[in-house]
């Protein structure tokens, strides 16, 4: 798949790297497999490989354009693995546009959204998860999502990867093997060793799992949304975790009519708040669509936070018809706030099935509490995560891990040989998606045209 796709990448690419808008430098990429039109073209002189040219660009007349720094890269010490010149010159949005346009002239076309990376995955440069974190790294909110982007980036992620495929093939090769040798199937299907090999899987598996979701926290974060009746400090409790006045806060029920959204970030966590109108029975055509938007966010929630005044003590959600009819599926926790009213110290309770604790969103006493609970509750550890990983590769691994279960249930319960090398196959396949090696066209088309153009 990956050569027919290499064989339909001929034309040459060019697009800004660096951000639109004015700079003091601009970086413009050319990629493809033969540059010399365009070189001779805009620079009229040949360039050392790797060596940083200053010279003029011109255009069609010969005129200068722009003055800047030319590299060329030659085949297959590149970031793409195609030939590649970069020309840095002055960040102006009409200089740069006049020196695409007469590249353009020259032969080479605009580059869709991460069109770079997709060549340099390509040709093997980099793998689809390294491709990722160019992303991630590029997009990252906090020191640690960009150091454990650069950790991926750098193939650690990747590594961990290629060591399970490597036991999974071995495991692969020993059943397959057996199996074509049907008297020693018997034997081999009897073993105990076998069993023990995929246990063995499977604790690997689990320990990048817990890894993997922990870089993908770092880099989706999670949604928090803030609900419960009206007044009972939604608002202050979001202007209190964002650390500014977004919300507007009253004693009048019904202040907040609309869902406002701050993103924060606890240790590097990423957390999307989302407050919301109190929910309450209303005649008000207003407030009744901002109560239908708060039901909806809830809905979408990884977590939600059901405010309400510490005075309520022994409130019970599971009981409250209100509650109830949310039907809310995201775990939650029951925030009492207000102790200040009722001298109260903050305090976390665990009750079976949620997390009750106890805050002033006036004071800020209890909020570190409640930071805290946010963390773990996530199971966000301290400290930076080792690599930055996304949904899509805790999926992958899950399937997998999945599959070895399934294995493992088919030679105990039935030492049904066929299908355990079936579902290691299927164990390899999922695994293969993560670094791209198994991965269909569509899904590569959709991560990398979520890339910025010039990547
Ligand atoms: N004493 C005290 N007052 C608080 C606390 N939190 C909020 N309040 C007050 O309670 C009132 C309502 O606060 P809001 O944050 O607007 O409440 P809300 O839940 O967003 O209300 P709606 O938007 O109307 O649903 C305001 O007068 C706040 O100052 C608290 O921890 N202690
Ligand atoms: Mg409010």
């Keep these: 798949m990956k050569a027919s796709l290499v064989l339909t990448n001929v034309d040459t690419i ?60 030659p085949a297959p010490h590149s970031f793409t693995g195609e030939n590649v010149l970069e020309l ?91 199996l074509d040798f049907s008297e020693e199937e018997i034997d081999f299907l009897g073993d105990h060793s076998l069993v023990e090999k995929i246990d063995v899987l499977i604790s690997c598996v689990d320990e990048v799992l817990s890894q993997a979701k922990q870089g993908a926290l770092l880099q989706e974060g999670m949604t928090i949304v803030i609900a419960g009746k009206p007044n009972a400090g939604k608002s202050s409790l979001l202007n209190r975790l964002s650390g500014r006045e977004s919300a507007i806060v009253t004693d009048i029920p019904g202040t907040t009519r609309d869902v406002l959204r701050e993103d924060i970030q606890i240790d590097g966590l ?35 936070l059901w405010i309400v005044d510490a005075k309520e003590e022994g409130f019970d959600p599971l009981s ?17 706030n207000k102790i200040d009213l009722i001298d109260k110290k903050p305090e976390l309770l665990e009750k079976p099935l949620y997390t009750e604790i106890m805050i002033s969103a006036k004071t800020a006493a209890g909020i570190d509490l409640l930071k805290k609970h946010l963390k773990s509750a996530v199971g966000y550890h301290d400290g930076e995560g080792k690599f930055i990983a996304r949904i899509r590769h805790v999926d992958a691994l899950k399937k997998s891990r999945h599959s070895l279960e399934v294995a493992l249930k088919h030679l105990q319960a039935h030492r049904a040989g066929e299908l355990v090398a079936e579902e290691l196959r299927y164990a390899q396949k999922s695994l293969s998606e993560i670094t791209g090696e198994f991965t269909n066209e569509d899904l590569l088309g959709r991560i990398f045209s979520s890339f910025c153009v010039g990547k």
Excluded at 58 to 65: K, P, T
Excluded at 121 to 150: C, G, P, T, W, Y
Excluded at 277 to 302: M, Y
């Design 88 to 178: 840095q010159g002055h960040g102006g949005p009409v200089v740069v546009q006049q020196i695409l346009q007469r590249i353009f002239q020259l032969g080479a076309r605009p580059a869709r959204p991460g069109e770079f990376s997709e060549r340099a995955f390509l040709n093997e440069k980099i793998d689809l998860a390294q491709a990722e974190s160019i992303a991630d790294l590029i997009n990252a909110n906090s020191v640690h999502a960009a150091r454990a982007a650069m950790h991926s980036l750098q193939g650690e992620f990747s590594q961990l990867i290629h060591v399970l495929l490597e036991s999974l093939i071995q495991l692969r090769s020993y059943v397959e093997a057996a």
């Design 270 to 304: 990423p957390l999307h708040i989302v407050d919301t109108a109190g929910l309450r029975e209303s005649q008000d055509k207003v407030e009744k669509i901002g109560i239908e938007r708060a039901q909806e966010e809830i809905k979408k929630a990884d977590r939600l």
């Design 14 to 73: 060019a697009a800004l790297a660096t951000p639109a808008g004015r700079g003091g430098v601009a970086v413009i990429r050319v990629s493809g497999p033969n540059l010399t039109p365009i070189i001779n073209g805009i620079l009229q002189r040949e360039l050392s490989p790797r060596i940083a040219t200053f010279c003029d660009f011109l255009d069609e007349q010969e005129h200068s354009l722009d003055q800047g720094i030319a590299i060329f890269f």
């Design 320 to 336: 409250d018809p209100f509650f109830i009819s949310l039907q809310c599926a995201a775990p939650l926790t029951l925030v009492y």
